[in-house]
């Protein structure tokens, strides 16, 4: 085969079949093939798409490229949750525990911040000891111990896909359905899962913009899912402003300590429990989602989830007294309002520059090196629909690095749209 | 700057500023940008094309990215023509040493065969001893002294296009409307000329298969040229059947001493004359085309036309003793006739697939290393239009090798469609 002809093949928009796929991923997974002519594939990709079936073989490319968790001997519904990123997003970190102490075995790898959105992984690590880079056999011994671990991805799970998304990264094919799917699945089917939900974002903080787009990718997903027998629901939330009180890194891990104690913002438990209705009803252990909902109040209420988030940190080396007064640690060296301009209701968050403006405070990278800071992030005190007065503070923002600080700020003016008119916002989507 | 931004912001469709595309260029060129980064790029200008104004900017990039000719200082119009290439298109051949008869000057840097259509160099290099490989100090001597020299590419002109298309070729980014301008205009500018004559090909043996897509080329190549200082006049010619008598490599040696002699065959002799025309009224030597042929007609048959391209043979170290005698040298050693399978018209004739043909019997290459064998070729006794007898000889088919004689062969049936009506066929498009 010639790679040229094959990339020619998808820039003329014809499918590529499962010959062509296995040539072009086993060989630039090996090194047979170079990066330019997988980077101007992906390029091609990106413009003529893939239909089910090409999304199908490259799922399984990725696959087979690693290692697989069979976890089919445990006596429990194993499960994870996926969401496409958003500002605010700490509902892995509450509905692991959650669902865990529900009896499902949650085996989940999550990944670091990404663009204008945070990363799971980094949120954890700021739990002092924190190990989320556990090899394949203590991952699978966590998950059959005591039910959950929370995990990076790993080099031995779809190395080929680690490789082709570095390449992505550097040559503006990220935002491409078919690649974006292949991606997420290889990675979930890896974890040896018989459930999945997905929170699929849109909004303007989204990386999905439109509802058509994601319900396009949603619609992949689902049936990636079914090809390869996991049981894939989606859920649709905006993205249309922050989830939740903060967007950081330590602030989030507090708010996520809240949630699990009964005191967490409603719109962050509604999603929460939105997805964890989904894997219950999954699981057989609530006939519908009123049903599903309330026992995930009892688990809250009871301390049952908030138990089971110790016993995993404690299981992954974390400290598991700094949650006995969390409030001590990570502590800013600097805060700073940002305020309202003028009197009204607000009617829009631009939740993509808020996400950048946290990305500056230190909450995400720019560059796969950078480093973050545990202690920065924000604090939303007005939401879309709120009324506010001049001058009234609407984003406590804080950090340890002023010059950061001022950077961020400097992202806001005429993020948040204030206008004489009542608003409202819709969480969760239809 | 980001290389990666560049890349999503030609992926979206928008034009790249100069700053952009010179540090891309630039940064390929030196080797601080990928590879990879640089086939997306060109990937992604496959899909959303370039402006004028891109064009021009990429055009100027590729030709200061090496050394530039200029032959300010002599009394003659110095021009060149350009091909976009065919099957037997000998033109280059016949056309340079005419209009350096004429009193132009003429610095021509030819190519070699690309995909199924033949290339000027490989045909020159047959006759023995002639040095394609001129340096740059020996090229501008020539076209000083003795008004003319054809050689190839040197890495001193304009290596960022060198480099550039060297990673086209591998990765489906060659037919790029934009991309085929910047790199055809960039290596003529560099040759210091006044003058250009384009002859824009179109039909099932052209790159470029539709009228429309010609006509976009041609538009853009004057426009650049204009840019440029150098006058660039196209001529539309149909690549819907091989030009002249025969394809290959010494067989088209001997059919363009026929030309220059007076004995070429009418097809050629057409596109010759209608390009030269064009220069020679550039040059201000011809008030018409009338008076542009007759001058050529005059300079063939006073002879010194032929003494230019004998004189230019032995200024480029070629054995011209072997013009007088030319059929001894470089005799195939195999021979097959390819036959009419019915009786009709010629109707049509698969131009890729005869050109494929040739590059089976050894006359161009598939890999760029692969050798070519210059007894090889076809003679076309029949053309469209004509009416053939089952059984009567069409094509002539020769080389050295009798396994290719084979492949080539093969590849006939079907290429030449024969039906009961007459038929004709128009060289010179308006």
Redesign the interface.
């Known amino acids: 085969m010639i ?3 094959i ?2 093949h998808k ?1 003329d928009g014809k499918a590529l079949t499962a010959d062509e796929l296995r040539f072009f991923i086993r060989g630039y997974t090996d090194g047979t093939l ?7 594939l ?3 990709i ?2 003529k798409g893939m239909d089910l079936r090409e999304i199908s073989v490259l799922t399984e490319l990725m696959l087979t490229s690693g290692e697989s968790m069979d976890f089919s001997h445990l006596n429990a519904y194993v499960a994870d949750k996926h969401s496409t990123g958003g500002v605010g997003d700490k509902v892995s970190i509450i509905l692991g525990p959650l669902l865990a102490a529900a009896g499902l075995a949650i085996p989940m790898i999550s990944g670091r911040g990404l663009g204008h959105t945070g990363g799971t992984l980094d949120k954890l690590e700021t739990i002092p000891g924190f190990r989320t880079g556990l090899s394949l056999d203590e991952f699978r011994q966590a998950v059959e111990t005591i039910g959950i671990a929370m995990i990076g991805q790993t080099a031995d799970i779809c190395p080929a896909d680690k490789k082709i998304y570095a ?1 992505r ?5 990220v935002q491409s359905i078919p690649l974006i799917c292949g991606s997420i699945m290889s990675k979930k089917i890896a974890e040896g899962i018989q459930g999945l939900v997905l929170d699929i974002k849109t909004g303007n903080g989204a990386f999905m913009k439109t509802a058509e787009q994601a319900r396009e990718l949603a619609d992949h997903l689902v049936r990636i899912g079914q090809d390869f027998g996991v049981k894939t629901d989606p859920v649709f939330t905006s993205m249309n402003q922050p989830l939740g009180r903060f967007a950081g890194l330590w602030c989030e891990m507090l708010e996520s300590f809240d949630c699990l104690c009964g005191y967490g913002p409603a719109d962050t438990m509604e999603v929460t429990y939105t997805l964890g209705s989904k894997l219950l009803f999954q699981a057989g252990l609530a006939a519908d989602e009123a049903e599903a909902i309330e026992l995930q109040q009892k688990l809250i209420t009871d301390g049952s989830a908030y138990a089971k988030f110790r016993e995993m940190i404690h299981n992954q080396a974390g400290d598991v007294t700094i949650l006995d007064d969390p409030t001590t640690l990570h502590q800013p060296a600097c805060r700073q309002d940002f305020t309202a301009p003028v009197s009204g209701y607000i009617q829009a968050m631009n939740t993509y520059r808020i996400g950048l403006a946290t990305v500056s405070l230190g909450c995400g990278r720019l560059k796969i090196n950078d480093s973050v800071d545990p202690t920065a992030g924000m604090e939303f005190l007005r939401k879309i629909g709120d009324e506010v007065s001049e001058g009234q503070v609407l984003i406590h923002c804080f950090n340890s690095d002023s010059g950061k600080l001022q950077e961020a700020l400097s992202l806001l003016p005429g993020a948040i749209t204030i206008g004489p008119e009542p608003a409202s916002h819709q969480l969760i989507l239809k």
């Open positions: 790679p040229a002809e990339i020619q820039r170079p990066d330019y002519q997988m980077s101007a992906l390029m091609a990106f413009f390449l990264d550097v040559t503006g094919t």
